[in-house]
């Protein structure tokens, strides 16, 4: 069974510095793209980042470049979001997600709640 | 960016009864590749995300088949045979051809 477990989600104030990390098991972690999406409270999804097998190759979304870094650490199945500069704006549930674009193959972590406030 | 616009935003259905979702995106979402790459997904309260739909048209696994999805270039179409009491929640459409892949608004879809 495919399980993603993120942590390290809390409040932190503007300006302010979090790391998140999630936790794979269930599946051969190195194989798959992995990524971050974001819901600000009673709002939208937000496709944050991803990040190749191997980490050669990663996307960011515009709203976060240059605070944001995405990164991987296949030899511990874990997935990383640092996240630095933060704003008020950034404070949302941040999902861990596993998705293959051409398969049936599609896992949500249960989300890491990021609050930013002063 | 690829602009995603759902409708409608709200959904009111009777039980047993069909319902379907638009979704159309700002410019095509063909891929280099020939692949449309076209999400559904269903939030329902206090939930994560779960995909319904991928690549237009293809169930993920273990969704029922009363869920179908349609629709091409630019314009798409999820559709529910008969809702139940478990359909209700957010629908969220959303395309993965071009980065930043991007989500439609969410149409909330509840049992009238």
């Known amino acids: 069974e495919v399980q993603l477990v993120e942590s390290g989600g809390g409040l932190v104030q503007p300006g302010g510095s979090l790391r998140l990390s999630c936790a794979a098991s269930g599946f051969t972690f190195s194989s798959f793209w992995m990524s971050w999406v974001r819901q600000a409270p009673g709002k939208g999804l937000e496709w944050v980042a991803n990040i190749k097998q191997d980490g050669s190759d990663k996307n960011i979304v515009d709203s976060v470049k240059g605070r944001f870094i995405i990164s991987r650490d296949n030899a511990k199945n874990s997935l990383f979001l640092q996240m630095n500069s933060l704003r008020a704006e950034d404070t949302a549930v941040y999902y861990c997600v596993k998705e293959s674009r051409s398969r049936s193959e599609s896992d949500w972590g249960q989300g890491t709640l990021v609050s930013v406030s002063s | 960016d690829v602009v995603m616009t759902q409708s409608p935003l709200s959904l009111p259905v009777a039980l047993g009864q069909p319902a379907s979702i638009s979704c159309r995106s700002s410019q095509s979402l063909v891929d280099s590749d020939g692949n449309t790459y076209f999400n559904w997904y269903h939030q329902r309260p206090g939930q994560s995300p779960r995909r319904l739909i991928y690549k237009v048209s293809n169930r993920d696994s273990g969704v029922p088949d009363k869920f179908s999805g349609g629709g091409s270039g630019t314009d798409f179409t999820l559709k529910i045979s008969r809702v139940e009491a478990e359909d209700v929640g957010v629908y969220y459409c959303?395309?993965?051809?071009?980065?930043?892949?991007?989500f439609g608004q969410g149409t909330k879809v509840e049992i009238k």
């Open positions: 959303m395309q993965g051809t071009q980065w930043p892949w991007t």
